[in-house]
C-alpha cells in the first residue's frame, strides 16, 4: 500500500514564525503535491513538484515555499507564519508512469497561527 | 485553470436509500480524468472512483458508480443502499491526461441518517 505521511497532525505556531510541513512518500512516486483546505473552498494547490528540486506553483503560492531534495520527501515552508495561514494542510503523491492512477494522500496537519 | 464545481454543500441521505452528488467542470480538453474522494472524520482521504474521459462506460465500484456525461462535462456520483460509514466529505476533482496536478471542488458534506 501506498503511504504518504505527513511528520504533524497539529501544530499550533507563533505569528512570524517559520514553519517547516514535512511529509514523505514510499511509493517512488514523481509527483507530490501540497494543497490546503479550508472550508467552502475545498483544496486549494499550492505547489506541487515532478521530480526532485522541481516546483510549480499552484493557485495560491504568496506566503509558501517549497523544497524537494530528495524524491520522498516534500517540504512546505511558511517564512513567516500569520493567522491567514491557519488552516488544513494535505499533502499528496502521483505516478507519472501512471497517469490515470490517482493522488494518495496524507493524514493532513491542521495549523493554528495565533 | 480548470475549475471544479460541486453546487451542493451538504446533502443528506436515509440509510439504504439512494444519493447523488453532483459534480461540473469546465475544461478544453478532450482526454483527462475524473476522480472522486471520500475524506471522513478521520481526514484521510480516499479514492471512491475513477474515470477516464475516453471511457464512454460509467465506472462502478461497488454501490458507487457515476454518471459522465462529458458534452454537458457533468460528472455525478451515485452512493446506493447507504450506510452510515458512507458519512464523510465527498470532493470531486479533474486531472489532465498529461499534466500532473489535479483540481478539487469545494466539496460535499454526505450526511447518513439511520
Known amino acids: 500500500d501506498v503511504k504518504v505521511t505527513q511528520s504533524s497532525r497539529y501544530l499550533v505556531k507563533r505569528t512570524g514564525e517559520k514553519v517547516f510541513l514535512e511529509c514523505v512518500q514510499d511509493m517512488d512516486h514523481e509527483n507530490m503535491f501540497w494543497y490546503r483546505q479550508d472550508p467552502g473552498l475545498g483544496l486549494r494547490l499550492i505547489y506541487f513538484s515532478y521530480d526532485v528540486k522541481m516546483k510549480e506553483k499552484g493557485d495560491i503560492p504568496e506566503g509558501y515555499s517549497v523544497s524537494r531534495e530528495k524524491k520522498e520527501r516534500f517540504s512546505l515552508i511558511l517564512e513567516s507564519a500569520s493567522t491567514n495561514q491557519t488552516s488544513m494542510y494535505l499533502c499528496?503523491?502521483?505516478?507519472?508512469?501512471?497517469?490515470?492512477?490517482?493522488?494518495?494522500f496524507g493524514q493532513g496537519t491542521r495549523l493554528t497561527v495565533v | 485553470a480548470q475549475t471544479v464545481t460541486q453546487s451542493q454543500p451538504e446533502m443528506s441521505v436515509q440509510e439504504a436509500e439512494t444519493v447523488t452528488l453532483s459534480c461540473t467542470y469546465d475544461t478544453s480538453e478532450s482526454d483527462y480524468y475524473l476522480f472522486w474522494y471520500k475524506q471522513p472524520p478521520s481526514r484521510q482521504m480516499i479514492l471512491v472512483i475513477r474515470?477516464?474521459?475516453?471511457?464512454?462506460q460509467n465506472a462502478t465500484e461497488n454501490r458507487f458508480s457515476v454518471n459522465f456525461q462529458k458534452a454537458a462535462k457533468s460528472f455525478s456520483l451515485k452512493i446506493s443502499d447507504s450506510q452510515l460509514g458512507d458519512a464523510a466529505m465527498y470532493f470531486c476533482?479533474?486531472?489532465?491526461?498529461?499534466?500532473?496536478?489535479?483540481?478539487f471542488g469545494a466539496g460535499t458534506r454526505l450526511t447518513v441518517k439511520p
Open positions: 474515470q477516464e474521459a475516453y471511457k464512454q
Open positions: 476533482a479533474y486531472r489532465r491526461y498529461n499534466n500532473n496536478d489535479m483540481r
Open positions: 499528496a503523491s502521483s505516478s507519472t508512469r501512471l497517469l490515470n492512477t490517482e493522488a494518495f
